[in-house]
């Protein structure tokens, strides 16, 4: 099989989700896409361009062969941190986005 031939544009397999960890300290949204080649990944929280510092981790991690995971993690949460996150994966082939809606109020048990 030819690699040239056998391009595609992101795919989710997965939308995004979220989950926590640290005791709520850390909340993980991921998701799962198809791709060839490896698609290059923007989050986003409202209009804000996310990027890796010490709070947030992004992460593309390949799988298996164009099978990829996908994840932002948000380190130390704080309840402005909630908002509309979106993510963008793209290639020469195109591109795809998912939302996620991040509400405190399914969180307020654990953090507060």
């Known amino acids: 099989m030819?690699?040239?031939?056998?391009?595609?544009?992101?795919?989710?397999?997965?939308?995004p989700?979220?989950?926590?960890?640290?005791?709520?300290?850390?909340?993980?949204?991921?998701?799962?896409m198809t791709s060839h080649p490896r698609p290059?990944?923007?989050?986003?929280?409202?209009?804000?361009q996310l990027h890796d510092d010490h709070r947030t981790a992004?992460?593309?991690?390949e799988i298996e062969p164009?099978?990829?995971h996908v994840s932002l993690e948000l380190n130390?949460?704080?309840?402005?941190?909630g908002g509309l996150y979106k993510v963008f994966a793209k290639n020469r082939e195109g591109q795809v986005d998912s939302s996620i809606n991040l509400n405190f109020s399914q969180?307020?048990?654990?953090?507060?």
């Open 2 to 15: 030819d690699d040239e031939e056998d391009v595609s544009a992101p795919s989710f397999l997965h939308k």
């Open 17 to 32: 989700t979220l989950r926590q960890e640290d005791d709520g300290n850390r909340l993980v949204f991921e998701c799962q």
């Open 40 to 48: 290059e990944v923007s989050w986003f929280r409202g209009d804000v």
């Open 58 to 61: 992004i992460r593309v991690v």
């Open 66 to 68: 164009r099978k990829y």
């Open 76 to 81: 130390d949460v704080i309840e402005s941190d």
């Open 107 to 112: 969180f307020a048990a654990v953090l507060a």
